[in-house]
């Protein structure tokens, strides 16, 4: 099934790291993955000032709702040109909407959910993720007979595509079917987990690649050292522990964990910031009526936000646009400098004509919020891995001093290995995973996984509420049944404990089965403690109605996403069933 496909004799793997902040595609050539597991084919992003290997990750969408206008800077540019114009009100223009996909066990995510842009016009979201997936697919397929690969075609490229270790399974599978209706075959994808790509890629990086002060590196580690993935990304923070194996595998020791108080977090605050300055209504006229000055102040922001340190005390200088104070005056007939002066910001923020200063202490503090939450999850997973002994911070949002002092100064004790490109190794992390898809080799359950099943009714152990009458005679249903424990460590490609099911009734030619989660060891009933998070179904073959048709049927659950196995007892009949994580 998907997440173990084969991928050896594929001539090229290409990667899509989709993120909240950037995104940005790579490949290898299976030729040069032999002899250099880092060697990495990306684009350069024009961004007008310089190049990057990633660009943003929003997209502007013409009026029709379905045609892709721009992408990245691009789509920028063209949205502040429009906005100029006034011309912008139609069109659909989408940023940092990934984390809409990142919820919490029990939290619905429905594949007919819809985006809100940034003048809250919807869109439906597979549509918007399928369509800025497809941009970056066509966008990498369009230079290879630039590099002399022009004989390539579809079906001799592996795809991977990156998502947040902590993310739901629906959430995954959302990002599978966006990938499919982008026009990735569903047997050419592989779902990768962003931590394990950048500790992949920090697997094979000489010593010189990375930056820690006592020389360490993840590659030189022995077989048996446990390290930390601190992956700091825009919108989450996802962390896990591996532990080296042989064979240059690893294996991972504590599940992902996380959440998303990543570098976006820092935006808000800057945002709730303004809107605490000028109120709330001057901001969203602002934004609807100078939309270019609007995206100024954003792009001037996430320059700016880089440069804050801990040990600087200089102020955070940025361009105040005249539309904005103009604006602050004709809603509250006030000019804003002296609103400033008379407010509880007037210590750390000055207006002086066209420009705008917040103290290095006020410009420190937006940071609080994500390395307050950081090193609290660190200390608490250190508690529990106490040979851990080194640290790897990758992500985008890693390469924030603020952040880096942070983690620093806690765990003095601790390695801590920041590579030279920390927004790039899960890019090319990928590439590596999707050559070795089983370089991973053990993981751990973040969850109890189970199906809910019938149990003969037993008087006295069973409650009298629960019985039903199917022609099974007295059953109890909603029983769990139990395949998989939270925290057990699972090997790659191996199915758990297979369990058998019978069907109910006579007539049935269809088994259905609810999938649940639990954070309980041992769940009893899947109505007490449980969490349904997908369903699946399994053909039956029929014996004239018998009753002992019997499935077995297992879970493996050590690739990215969950495979099902089912077989017919009887038949020997055996399939590999999906579940349905979206309902």
């Known amino acids: 099934m998907h997440s173990y496909i084969k ?26 993955f032999d002899s250099d597991r880092t060697k990495a084919s990306t684009k350069l992003w024009n961004s007008g000032s310089a190049q990057t290997e990633k660009t943003p990750t929003c997209i502007l969408i013409r009026p029709d709702g379905k045609t892709v206008e721009a992408f990245g800077y691009e789509a920028e540019d063209r949205y502040q040109d429009l906005a100029g114009t006034e011309e912008h009100m139609d069109f659909f223009y989408f940023r940092r909407f990934k984390m809409s996909l990142s919820k919490k066990l029990g939290e619905k995510l429905d594949r007919n959910m819809t985006l809100e842009d940034a003048m809250n016009r919807c869109l439906p979201a597979l549509d918007v993720f399928a369509m800025s997936i497809k941009f970056l697919k066509d966008d990498l397929l369009a230079v290879l007979p630039d590099r002399h690969l022009g004989n390539i075609k579809m079906d ?97 020791i504590h599940a992902a964990s996380g959440g998303g108080w990543g570098g976006t977090t820092v935006d808000e605050a800057f945002k709730r910031l303004l809107i605490a300055i000028i109120t709330n209504d001057v901001y969203e006229a602002f934004k609807r009526d100078h939309t270019d000055d609007w995206l100024d102040i954003w ?11 801990t040990s600087s005390n200089s102020p955070v200088r940025m361009r105040l646009p005249s539309s904005l104070t103009d604006k602050y005056y004709l809603v509250t007939k006030q000019k804003l400098a002296i609103a400033v002066k008379g407010s509880e910001y007037a210590s750390d923020i000055q207006i002086v004509r066209d420009k705008i200063n917040f103290s290095a202490e006020l410009a420190r503090s937006w940071f609080e919020t994500s390395v307050v939450k950081t090193v609290h999850l660190v ?99 909603n029983v769990f049944s139990k395949h998989a424990e939270i925290y057990q460590r699972v090997k790659i490609g191996e199915p758990q404990v297979w369990h058998t099911y019978s069907p109910q009734y006579k007539s049935q030619t269809q088994m259905s089965f609810s999938v649940f989660a639990s954070e309980k060891p041992n769940p009893v009933y899947t109505d007490e403690g449980c969490i349904l998070i997908g369903t699946l179904q399994i053909d039956l073959v029929d014996h004239d109605g018998a009753l002992d048709r019997e499935v077995l049927v297992a879970f493996t659950f050590s690739g990215t996403e969950i495979v099902v196995e089912a077989k017919d007892r009887k038949t020997g009949n055996q399939s590999f069933v999906a579940v349905d994580f979206l309902g």
């Open 7 to 32: 991928v050896a004799n594929t001539a090229i793997v290409a990667a899509i790291d989709f993120g909240t902040t950037y995104s940005g595609w790579a490949y290898s050539l299976r030729s040069n």
């Open 156 to 252: 001799d490229i592996h795809w991977v595509l990156t998502v947040p270790a902590i993310w739901t399974d629906g959430s995954k599978q959302f990002m599978r079917e966006a990938a499919i209706m982008a026009g990735i075959k569903s047997k050419r994808l592989t779902i990768a987990l962003e931590p394990e790509a950048a500790s992949m890629f920090c697997r094979n990086l000489p010593i010189e690649a990375t930056n820690c002060d006592s020389g360490s590196n993840i590659s030189s580690l022995s077989i048996g050292t446990q390290y930390m993935i601190l992956d700091a990304g825009g919108g989450t923070i996802d962390i896990t522990v591996h532990e080296v194996d042989t064979d240059n595998n690893v294996k991972e």
């Open 299 to 309: 792009r001037d922001f996430e320059v700016k936000k880089r440069t804050i340190t």
């Open 379 to 477: 200390k608490s997973i250190m508690s529990k891995n106490e040979n851990v002994t080194a640290i790897l911070m990758v992500g985008g949002f890693s390469e924030s001093p603020v952040l880096q002092n942070a983690v620093r100064a806690e765990f003095k004790q601790m390695d801590i290995i920041i590579p030279s490109e920390a927004s790039n190794c899960i890019l090319k992390g990928a590439l590596i995973f999707g050559h070795l898809p089983k370089v991973i080799t053990e993981r751990v359950l973040k969850y109890t996984y189970g199906i809910g099943s019938f149990e003969t009714f037993v008087a006295g152990h069973h409650p009298p509420k629960r019985l039903i009458t199917t022609d099974n005679g007295f059953v109890c249903p």
